[in-house]
C-alpha cells in the first residue's frame, strides 16, 4: 500500500492531492491571496488526519517545480523538501508545464498527430511554455517566449495545437485559427502529477534534497521601494 502527497502552487493555485495506489483520496483546492504560506501545510496536515493517516505512512512526495511563481514555487518546494527530509523519503520534482500538459490529456481527446502547448504566464506579453505530444514527451525544451501577433502561425500551419494554462487569456490572435484549441477552462491541480510521479517512480527518478531547484527560467528581481519625499 503506497501513498503518494502531491503539491501544486506554481501559480495562483493551491493545491494538495493524496493518491492510495493511484487512487485519489484527497483533494484541497484553493485561489486567493497569500493561499500558498497560510494553506498550504494546513492542508497537508488535515487530509493526512481525515484518511486516518501519520506523516510516516506517506510513501512519495511530488511537486510542481516551475516554470511558474517566484514565491509559490519557493513555498512548495521548500514545504516538499522538508518533509522529505524528515520522514526520508524520495522527492519528485516535476515540470509544471509538465503537470498542465497532463491535464490536457486527461480532459481531452488529443490526437496522435496533435501537439500540447503547456503556457504559464509570465506577466507582461511573456509566457512560459512547453510542448508535448499525446504521451506526454517533451519536443524541444521549457522556456520563455514573448507573444506577438506572429507567434505560434508557423506550428499552427502544420498540425493542430492544444494550448493551455494561464498564459492562454494572450493567444486572442489565435481565436480565427483552425488548427488552434485553446482551452481557457484548465486550470492547474496537484491531481495531474499523479502520472508523471508514476513515470519517475517507476525509473528511479528523484531529486537530490541539497542541490535540486525549482525551474524559473527568469532570476527573481525584487523592486526597489520608492521613497517619499
Do not use: W
Not at 493518491?19 to 498550504?40: M, P
Amino acid at each position: 500500500m503506497k501513498h503518494l502527497l502531491c503539491i501544486e502552487t506554481a501559480t495562483t493555485i493551491c493545491s494538495v492531492a493524496l493518491f492510495k495506489d493511484n487512487n485519489l483520496i484527497g483533494l484541497e483546492e484553493c485561489q486567493s491571496e497569500n493561499a500558498h504560506s497560510r494553506l498550504l501545510t494546513v492542508y497537508i496536515k488535515s487530509m493526512i488526519s481525515e484518511n486516518s493517516l501519520k506523516s510516516e505512512d506517506i510513501n512519495y512526495i511530488a511537486v510542481s517545480s516551475g516554470p511558474g511563481s517566484y514565491t509559490g514555487l519557493r513555498i512548495g518546494v521548500s514545504v516538499a523538501k522538508g518533509l522529505c527530509f524528515g520522514l526520508s523519503i524520495p522527492l519528485i520534482m516535476i515540470p509544471t508545464t509538465e503537470s498542465l500538459a497532463n491535464g490536457c490529456i486527461k480532459t481531452n481527446s488529443i490526437d496522435s498527430n496533435s501537439l500540447i502547448c503547456a503556457m504559464i504566464d509570465a506577466r507582461r506579453m511573456e509566457v512560459y511554455h512547453g510542448f508535448y505530444d499525446c504521451n506526454l514527451n517533451l519536443i524541444g525544451n521549457i522556456e520563455s517566449h514573448i507573444i506577438t501577433e506572429n507567434s505560434y502561425l508557423e506550428l499552427l500551419a502544420q498540425k493542430e495545437v492544444y494550448f493551455c494554462g494561464n498564459g492562454t487569456v494572450k493567444l486572442q490572435h489565435l481565436n480565427e485559427n483552425s488548427n488552434a484549441r485553446i482551452l481557457n477552462n484548465l486550470s492547474l491541480s496537484a491531481k495531474f502529477l499523479l502520472e508523471p510521479a508514476k513515470t519517475r517512480i517507476n525509473n528511479r527518478i528523484f531529486a537530490n534534497l541539497a542541490y535540486d531547484e525549482p525551474l524559473y527560467l527568469k532570476e527573481f528581481l525584487a523592486k526597489e521601494a520608492r521613497k517619499m519625499l
